[in-house]
């Protein structure tokens, strides 16, 4: 599930018969659209900046369709391994994927033009590739910076690297999260790096210093997510989460997504800066 730029669509993956599809929700007018119309596994949709694509995982390879409908679902790259689109640099030029062609998944950037209306991928090339499983490669609000989940250490943490990489990858690693972490998400609107762990979503505030990046101590933001799926909003105030239905009680609208508000502001006026 993934917000569109300006915060007023969710994009989603929704069981269709023995497959998936994709589809555009306007939780505004309660209306949902779909964009994928043959059999296959359509998934981990991801945004554009400027909002006009969807680049999404499509059986093996990584496809593209525009959101408004006005074009089928074409190619982007074209691959034996599985891959699975994660995160698209801030101006759009790049999209990080994972690929998993080593047996684990490896992180891999694939410059992308706008052209003709559509996209065109140029040549993949590797960002970190280990014996580790990598996955959820997010590009940071400035293009600098790359946070990523590994289970380098025996369990899934986030960290963060410069990007690109400087020669031959050699560079700084930041690790940010302290006790187990996944789907790192960059606050647009301020110095935060949130990402879920168990059901909570941590955040921890940083600074850059030259080429260092300097973390503070991840702190909780949201006690309790209630869902699994879930995606921080442009605004970086409210969070968007996919909840479970109880089915023996009739929901009181077709499709329901809770809006989490001003967690950033209540926290700061509790807790201020330097305590």
């Not at 994709?22 to 059999?39: C, E, G, H, N, P």
């Not at 969070?239 to 508000?261: D, G, K, R, W």
Request: net charge negative; with cysteine; aromatic share 12%.
């Amino acid at each position: 599930m993934r917000l569109s730029p300006d915060g007023k669509l969710v994009a989603l993956t929704v069981q269709s018969g023995n497959g998936t599809d994709i589809w555009i929700y306007d939780w505004q007018r309660d209306a949902m659209s779909k964009l994928t119309f043959v059999d296959g596994a359509f998934s981990y949709p991801v945004w554009s900046p400027d909002g006009r694509y969807l680049a999404f995982g499509a059986n093996s390879e990584i496809n593209w369709t525009r959101t408004d409908g006005a074009a089928k679902p074409q190619p982007l790259t074209q691959s034996k391994a599985v891959q699975r689109p994660s995160s698209f640099s801030p101006d759009g030029k790049r999209l990080a994927f994972v690929e998993f062609g080593s047996g684990t998944g490896d992180l891999w950037t694939v410059p992308v033009e706008n052209e003709g209306g559509g996209l065109r991928a140029g040549k993949p090339e590797v960002f970190l590739q280990t014996a580790a499983d990598e996955s959820d490669p997010a590009f940071s609000p400035d293009g600098r910076w790359l946070a990523y989940c590994s289970d380098e250490s025996g369990k899934d943490e986030v960290y963060v690297r410069a990007f690109p990489l400087r020669s031959s990858g050699q560079g700084g690693k930041w690790q940010i999260s302290n006790n187990g972490g996944v789907f790192p998400h960059w606050s647009r609107t301020g110095q935060d790096l949130t990402y879920q762990s168990g059901d909570q979503i941590m955040a921890a505030r940083y600074i850059v210093k030259g080429d260092t990046f300097m973390a503070e101590k991840p702190r909780i933001w949201i006690a309790k997510l209630g869902g699994a799926q879930w995606d921080l909003a442009p605004d970086g105030k409210r969070v968007a989460v996919l909840t479970p239905v109880e089915f023996a009680v009739a929901p009181n609208q077709e499709h329901e997504i809770a809006m989490l508000l001003n967690f950033f502001d209540e926290l700061r006026r509790k807790v201020p800066i330097g305590k």
